[in-house]
């Protein structure tokens, strides 16, 4: 399920008062339940449960003021109500009832209970006043990586500063169709800098499982992608990413993550790098320092008759030293 969240741009004209008071009519909203939780088998579950409300209509106003410095632009909205404190919170692995999540205080419901790889879990949230919630997310196992090396100064972008080289080999183990996260970072001990992080080239990185996802363009750190084209086989990769000036004088060794997601995960990462790239459609709240977007974007959920995102991953992590 996607939702649209339309996020509205107001085009306010430079005039040279002050202080002027502009009323908005914003769309109606239903009460509803939002929820975040990301699930892994390294760390006890955790949920997020909080509520959605409709916007009075004499609640939100922008207000803008000219001064020397420009046209300052401010949104006041009310402190809206977040934690719903007295929700039914279950979670459910392989069908079967695996516990009920207590709320700590803090805005979140939590349990000592673990996530394993390999099972499915269903969340169902009551609350008074809202309609059920129900979301699904499955562990799914991770891949085996061999082959691994990294190469420097192995081409040029365009405009003609080296370009580094990092291979290898991915076996997917599972038949169902598996969705995976990569990321790297330089790690050395020299200059007292212990890492860094590795950004991979936009336009160099033409494979076809790189670029299936859409998502290189958007956010240049992370490789997201899918077994479309290597389920349940090995499938070699070669990721052009660039060359660490800061290192090139010393030794490294690569850092290298590897994360086994949801198709839930997949989804919502690849529509908040979208929302994130934007940023010719963001200007600045000066007098809150806070950004306000103007971009119509789809935020990916899978929350029945919600809000948020319900998603799980695994996380392996390896050295590749340098030959």
């Known amino acids: 399920m996607k939702i649209r969240i339309s996020i509205l741009v107001f085009l306010l004209a430079m005039l040279s008062s002050c202080n002027r008071e502009i009323d908005f009519d914003f769309p109606e909203v239903e009460p509803a339940i939002v929820i975040n939780s990301i699930i892994t088998p390294e760390s006890p579950?955790?949920?997020?449960?909080?509520a959605v409300?409709?916007?009075a209509e004499d609640s939100y106003t922008v207000v803008y003021d000219t001064d020397e410095i420009g046209?300052?632009?401010s949104l006041h909205v009310p402190k809206p109500k977040y934690c719903i404190e007295d929700a039914s919170v279950l979670m459910y692995e392989d069908g079967g009832?695996?516990?009920s999540l207590e709320y700590d205080g803090e805005g979140y419901y939590i349990s000592d209970k673990y996530p394993k790889v390999g099972s499915t879990y269903t969340l169902v949230v009551n609350a008074p006043g809202y309609k059920e919630c129900k979301a699904t997310t499955t562990l799914y196992n991770m891949p085996v990586l061999s082959n691994m090396s990294f190469r420097d100064t192995v081409t040029v972008d365009q405009e003609g500063y080296p370009l580094s080289k990092l291979s290898f080999t991915i076996k997917d183990n599972d038949p169902n169709h598996n969705f995976y996260e990569v990321s790297c970072r330089a790690v050395s001990d020299k200059y007292d800098v212990e890492y860094d992080w590795i950004y991979f080239n936009k336009s160099?990185?033409?494979?076809k499982v790189l670029t299936q996802s859409e998502s290189l363009p958007f956010n240049d750190r992370v490789l997201l992608f899918t077994d479309k084209y290597f389920s349940?086989?090995?499938y070699s990769l070669d990721v052009i990413y660039h060359y660490l000036t800061y290192?090139?004088?010393t030794?490294?060794?690569?850092e290298i993550t590897v994360m086994s997601i949801s198709e839930s995960y997949y989804e919502y990462s690849r529509s908040r790098m979208m929302q994130e790239y934007h940023e010719e459609g963001f200007f600045e709240d000066l007098a809150n320092g806070e950004t306000l977007s103007s971009i119509l974007v789809d935020i990916y959920s899978n929350i029945e008759n919600g809000y948020g995102i319900f998603a799980s991953y695994s996380t392996m992590t390896d050295t590749i030293m340098r030959r």
């Open 232 to 234: 349940n086989s090995s």
């Open 71 to 73: 046209t300052i632009y």
């Open 45 to 50: 579950i955790r949920v997020s449960v909080s």
């Open 251 to 254: 030794k490294y060794d690569l």
């Open 247 to 249: 290192v090139a004088m």
């Open 204 to 207: 160099r990185n033409t494979d």
């Open 97 to 99: 009832l695996l516990c």
């Open 53 to 55: 409300m409709p916007i």
